[in-house]
Each structure stands twice: as structure tokens, then as C-alpha cells.
């Protein structure tokens, strides 16, 4: 199993960015699909999941309204909709899969690289 993010950069305050992470093989409709963040100097959180099979979805206080996460089957790409991005978002994000509904990483097996996100004030 492998995980690819991209799509990070460079955006001003109250900007957009759409993040993908494609996975590799099959993805089972059990499997639950997460978006961390780390800050310079601080432990990687979790930012939003989805299960594969149906479209539920949890996120973070921090993030709700702003931020949606959807994924396309026929892809097998997950995707993270950043809106009215703040300083406070900027962060290395990374998208992760396992089989538990959790928000704590260690729940999660398998683990993308990362892709940047910077939000300039």
C-alpha cells in the first residue's frame, strides 16, 4: 500500500488549496482515510477521516466549515478542500489509512509522504 499527497503551496490568508492523496491497490470499504498535519515545532495532529465505503466524515474543531474531505473511488484518490486558510493552517500535511474510526495516529498503518502548506498572513 502506498500513499502519494500533493497539491500544497504557497497561499495568502482566506486563500484555497485542494490536497489528493492517491493510494495504490485496493482500498476496502471498511478502510478509514485521514488527513494529519505537523507544525514546525509541534506533534502531528489529526485534521479530518473518511471511510472508504460510505461518505461519512469527522474533523477537528479547528476545521470544521473550512475544510471538507471527499474521496473518489473510481480514483482511489482521497481529497482534503482548504478554505479561508489561516497562518495557524500552515503545517507539512499527510494523509494516512487504517481500519479504525480514530484520530489518534497510531491507529494508522500506512502513511504518505507529506506536502507542504504555507499560509502567509
Known amino acids: 500500500v502506498q500513499l502519494q499527497a500533493s497539491g500544497g503551496g504557497v497561499v495568502q490568508a482566506g486563500g484555497s488549496l485542494r490536497l489528493s492523496c492517491a493510494a495504490s491497490g485496493r482500498i476496502y470499504s471498511s478502510a478509514v482515510m485521514s488527513w494529519f498535519r505537523q507544525a514546525p515545532g509541534k506533534e502531528r495532529e489529526f485534521v479530518a477521516l473518511i471511510r472508504w465505503g460510505d461518505p461519512r466524515t469527522y474533523y477537528t474543531d479547528s476545521v470544521k466549515g473550512r475544510f471538507t474531505i471527499s474521496r473518489s473511488t473510481a480514483e482511489n484518490t482521497m481529497y482534503l478542500q482548504m478554505n479561508d486558510l489561516t497562518p495557524e493552517d500552515t503545517a507539512v500535511y499527510y494523509c494516512?489509512?487504517?481500519?479504525?474510526?480514530?484520530?489518534?495516529?497510531?491507529?494508522?498503518?500506512?502513511w504518505g509522504r507529506g506536502t507542504q502548506v504555507t499560509v502567509s498572513s
Open positions: 494516512a489509512r487504517g481500519t479504525q474510526w480514530s484520530t489518534q495516529r497510531n491507529e494508522y498503518a500506512y
